[in-house]
């Protein structure tokens, strides 16, 4: 009996995320919905997400947030962001005039089935996923015209930790005429830092 009873919690212990929790599921029909509700009707873009299971019930308010869309619909669940299997929540917090877009990002928790916020994705400008190099997420922010940066951060250990940065700017002289459109470029390998750097007339760089 004992040694029936251990396996069949060796078995349990070791299934995927997406077996014992539908949300995880890509084939399980969705387990919660997600509404915008604003606190005042004059400004929409100031309010909670309320989430309710399958069943209607009401089971996690996210209080005190910024949704730039104003609307259930633009709620994203469509990322895993932690690559664990299970889809994270993102929310519209800002929109800037050049386009780029600022998120507040939960994660889902398949212990507790809750959703908690990430701090350090939510600092991450233009996020975005970043499976080209892993697991990754990546950010892209437009500073001026022709002014640009980029960064890519990977899980390392369930921790969140910067991998490479891109930053271009423009030089002037001390009249303020153009000089060259400044490239750097840092890369970050086993606690080891390394960065190169070009200046050239075009904002476009083949490194």
Known sequence: MWKTLSIAVLCCSSLPAWAADPWCSQRGKPAYRFEWVPEKEADRTRGSVHISDASGKTVQVLANLGNERANSESLDTSRDFNYDGCP?????????????????????????????????????????????????????????????????????????????????????????EFVCMLHVETTYRNGKKRTQTKCTQEPSVLW
């Open 88 to 176: 994270d929540l993102a929310v519209t917090s800002d929109v800037g005039d050049t386009g780029n877009e600022s998120l507040t990002v939960f994660l889902y928790k398949p212990k507790g089935r809750q959703f908690e916020l990430s701090k350090a994705l939510s600092e991450i400008g233009g996020l975005d996923i970043d499976n080209q190099h892993g697991k990754c997420v990546s950010g892209a922010w437009n500073v001026g015209e022709a002014e640009y940066y980029s960064s890519r951060h990977c899980w390392r250990q369930g921790k969140l930790v910067i991998d490479h940065e891109y930053d271009r700017t423009t030089r002037v002289n001390e009249d303020g």
